[in-house]
C-alpha cells in the first residue's frame, strides 16, 4: 500500500446500490470497509469531515497487541513501521512495585501493538481502505437518517453533503460513527451509559528520557497515569485521576497537571524535556454499552461500546470489531446470503470477546479501590516473572477476565505471595 492521501472515486464508476454503507471513516470503519470489499462486497464509506486527512484528537494512541493480528491481516503494519510507529512494551506501577513482564528466557517476544499518533494512523488506514477494489470513500457526507424499503427493512441512509442531500442505497447500514453514534440513535439502539468518576488530561512531550520504548503506566489505586513513547520522539503524558479532584485540578490545570506527574513514583523528567502541545482532556466521559446489532444494521467501533480513557482499549476494539463485522457478514453480503444470521454471528462474536473486559472497565470507572482479586493478582505479578506475563496477556486483552482469573492462576498468586510473605 502506499500512504497517500485518499481520495474520492469518480461519481460515475459508483454502483447505483451497494451491499454496505458505513457510516464514520476512523478505524473502525475503515478497518470494515477494507476486508468486506475484500470479501466481494461493494461498499460506500462515508465520513462527515471533508479532509481525508481528519483524526481523531482526544486519543493517547495506544494500541493493544491484540489488535495485531488486524493490522496484520489489513496489510499495513509495514507502512505502519515505516511511519514511525513504536512497537509497545508496558510495565506497571503498583503499590507492591513495577510489574515488568518479560519473555521467559529463549522464547519469542511477548506480543505487542504499536503507538502511533492518530494524525498519522487514521490517514493511513483510510487511504488504505480507500485504495481498496470496492470501497467508494464519500468525505463530506454526515448521515442524517435511515432509508426504508416499502417493507420496513433498512435500505441505506440519507447523507447531508455540501451540495445538498444524497441517498445512498445499502443492504447493511453499519454505525462506525463513534461513541455519539447518529446510526445508534437513528436505530433506537440505546444501550446502557455508565457513570465515569475520573477525568483525564494530557499533553505531548518531545525529548522526555523514557526506559527505551516501554510504555509506563501508575495504577495509583484509584488515580491512574501513563507516559507514552509514540513516533517522531513524541511521548504523551496522561493523568487519570478520581474525579473527586476535579474542582481543585481545575482551579489551576497547568500546576495540577505538572505536580500530578512529578509526584509519581521514578516520575519521567518532564522538566528535562520540551512540552510540545497544551494539555487537554475530557471531564466528564460516560461510557456506553449497546447491542451492536438490529435488522439491517451492525455497529462497531466506539458505537457499540465506549470503554475509555482510562484503558487504551478503543482502538484496538475498533479494529478488532470491524473485523469480526466483516468476517460475520462478508459472505453473506457478497453472495446474497441470510444477512441476519450473519449478524446474529457477529453479536455473539462481539459479546464474547468484549463483554466480559467491558464489565471490569466499567465497574473500575466507579473509581472504586482494586477488589481481591485484582490485588491478589497484580501483587503476585509484581513479584513472580510467570504471573506478570499472565497480567500481560490480560492487559493485552488477548485473554479474558475468565482466563485471567482461572482457578489455576488464582491458586499460583496466592502461593507467590505466601512465598513472599513468608521471605
Ligand atoms: C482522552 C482519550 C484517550 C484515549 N486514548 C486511547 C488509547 O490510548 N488507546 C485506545 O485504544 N483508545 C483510546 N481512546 C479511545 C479511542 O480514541 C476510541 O475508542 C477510538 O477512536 C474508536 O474508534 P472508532 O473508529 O470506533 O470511532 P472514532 O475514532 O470516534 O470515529 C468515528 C468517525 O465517525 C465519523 N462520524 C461521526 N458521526 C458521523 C455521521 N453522522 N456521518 C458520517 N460520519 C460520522 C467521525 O467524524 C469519525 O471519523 C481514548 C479516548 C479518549 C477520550
Avoid at 462515508?46 to 481525508?52: A, G, M, N
Avoid at 515505516?82 to 517476544?109: C, F, L, M, S
Avoid at 457513570?195 to 503506566?217: E, M, Q
Amino acid at each position: 500500500m502506499t500512504s497517500s492521501h485518499p481520495t474520492q472515486h469518480r461519481a460515475s464508476a459508483r454502483p447505483a446500490r451497494y451491499d454496505a454503507v458505513i457510516s464514520g471513516a476512523s478505524l473502525a470503519g475503515c478497518t470494515a470497509a477494507t476486508l468486506l470489499a475484500r470479501a466481494g462486497a461493494r461498499v460506500a464509506l462515508l465520513e462527515r469531515h471533508h479532509s481525508p486527512t481528519a483524526h481523531k484528537v482526544l486519543c493517547t494512541h495506544y494500541l493493544q497487541p491484540c489488535s495485531y493480528r488486524v493490522l496484520d491481516r489489513l496489510g499495513v503494519i509495514p507502512a505502519l513501521r515505516e511511519a514511525g510507529a513504536v512497537a509497545n512494551e508496558a510495565h506497571w506501577y503498583t503499590r507492591w512495585g513495577w510489574i515488568r513482564p518479560q519473555p521467559k528466557p529463549g522464547a519469542d517476544p511477548l506480543p505487542h501493538g504499536f503507538n502511533l499518533r492518530r494524525s498519522t494512523l487514521d490517514p493511513l488506514l483510510r487511504a488504505h481502505a480507500a485504495e481498496t477494489d470496492g470501497v467508494d470513500l464519500l468525505t463530506g457526507h454526515s448521515v442524517t437518517e435511515l432509508l426504508r424499503d416499502g417493507d420496513g427493512r433498512v435500505d441505506g441512509v440519507r447523507a447531508r453533503t455540501s451540495d445538498g442531500e444524497r441517498e445512498i442505497r445499502g443492504r447493511l447500514v453499519v454505525g462506525a460513527d463513534g461513541k455519539d453514534s447518529t446510526v445508534a440513535k437513528l436505530a433506537h439502539l440505546r444501550g446502557k451509559t455508565h457513570r465515569n468518576n475520573r477525568f483525564s488530561y494530557f499533553a505531548y512531550f518531545r525529548g522526555l528520557k523514557s526506559d527505551g520504548d516501554v510504555t509506563r503506566g501508575w495504577f495509583l489505586d484509584p488515580d491512574v497515569a501513563y507516559a507514552m513513547p509514540n513516533d517522531e520522539g513524541i511521548t504523551v503524558v496522561a493523568v487519570i485521576p478520581d474525579k473527586k479532584q476535579l474542582p481543585a485540578f481545575r482551579d489551576d490545570l497547568e500546576a495540577s497537571y505538572l505536580d500530578f506527574v512529578r509526584r509519581l513514583p521514578d516520575a519521567p523528567d518532564i522538566d528535562a524535556a520540551e512540552r510540545v502541545s497544551k494539555i487537554t482532556g475530557t471531564t466528564n466521559y460516560p461510557l456506553t454499552t449497546r447491542t451492536p446489532t438490529a435488522p439491517g444494521i451492525a455497529l462497531i467501533g466506539d458505537a457499540a461500546l465506549t470503554s475509555d480513557p482510562l484503558w487504551g482499549v478503543g482502538c484496538g476494539w475498533a479494529l478488532e470489531s470491524g473485523q469480526w463485522l466483516a468476517t460475520a457478514v462478508g459472505p453473506a453480503l457478497a453472495a446474497d446470503g441470510d444477512l441476519g444470521r450473519a449478524l446474529d454471528d457477529y453479536r455473539r462474536r462481539h459479546r464474547r470477546g468484549l463483554r466480559g473486559h467491558q464489565h471490569l472497565v466499567t465497574d473500575y470507572a466507579t473509581a472504586r479501590g482494586f477488589n481481591p482479586f485484582e490485588r491478589l493478582m497484580f501483587s503476585a505479578a509484581a513479584k513472580d516473572a510467570h504471573m506478570a506475563r499472565h497480567m500481560h496477556l490480560f492487559a493485552s486483552r488477548l485473554i479474558g477476565p475468565l482466563r485471567f482469573l482461572n482457578p489455576l492462576a488464582l491458586a499460583r498468586a496466592t502461593a507467590v505471595n505466601l512465598r513472599h510473605r513468608g521471605a
